[in-house]
T-cell receptor
């Protein structure tokens, strides 16, 4: 079945460091891909999305490109801030109707001042 | 898009009691809603698909008699955790889908069973 694999955390970075969180997926057809962020004690927030191959999603300095050839959707940010500390979930929706969402395990990011 | 509201945001209940969680689609009539569960420091796992006017579809391993789902209207789905036990303590979150390119999530309900 469809699945999402993302790098295990926690990831600890210093402020202004470069961030990469790897994400690969397995799916039939052409899923939509998402990154969600969850701050401590809160619900999910959509960070960015891409709905077809080669699309680049971007928001708040974060970017991810839908790579069908490598089935990847890696999250990057050029300069992280302490306020970016959160858990990041890579996810897909199979595009077969209904938008069931399949999540990766989540990667916890700690950013030190 | 859609605005999704869950209630309550936090609930503490005694072991053996039942607790109901509401998921409301405030500005969209949702024929389908999804319920997810998140254990501490883990990912979100789909529990069930809630279909308006019909029985919910449960994922493998989810006890339908323990987690009762009712989707009686196009704007409301409820999840009732029956005879709750401490191992049911978790974060429960719902989502609504429609003719968009993404799902919209509620803010979640943190259930603690003592």
């Amino acid at each position: 079945g469809d699945s999402v694999t993302q790098m295990e955390g926690p990831v600890t970075l210093s402020e202004e460091a470069f961030l990469t969180i790897n994400c690969t997926y397995t799916a039939t057809g052409y899923p939509s891909l998402f990154w969600y962020v969850q701050y401590p004690g809160e619900g999910l927030q959509l960070l960015l999305k891409a709905t077809k191959a080669d699309d680049k999603g971007s928001n708040k300095g974060f970017e991810a490109t839908y790579r069908k050839e490598t089935t990847s959707f890696h999250l990057e940010k050029g300069s992280v801030q302490v306020s970016d500390s959160a858990v990041y979930f890579c996810a897909l929706s199979p595009n077969t109707g209904g938008f069931k969402t399949i999540f990766g395990a989540g990667t916890r990011l700690f950013v030190k001042a | 898009g859609a605005v999704v509201s869950q209630h309550p945001s936090r609930v503490i209940c005694k072991s053996g009691t039942s607790v109901k969680i509401e998921c409301r689609s405030l500005d969209f009539q949702a024929t389908t809603m999804f319920w997810y569960r998140q254990f501490p420091k883990q990912s979100l796992m789909l529990m069930a698909t809630s279909n308006e006017g019909s029985k919910a579809t449960y994922e493998q391993g989810v006890e339908k008699d323990k987690f009762l789902i009712n989707h009686a209207s196009l704007t409301l789905s409820t999840l009732t955790v029956t005879s709750a036990h401490p191992e049911d303590s978790s974060f429960y979150i719902c989502s609504v889908s429609g003719d968009w390119t993404e799902a919209f999530f509620g803010q979640g309900t943190r259930l603690t069973v003592v």
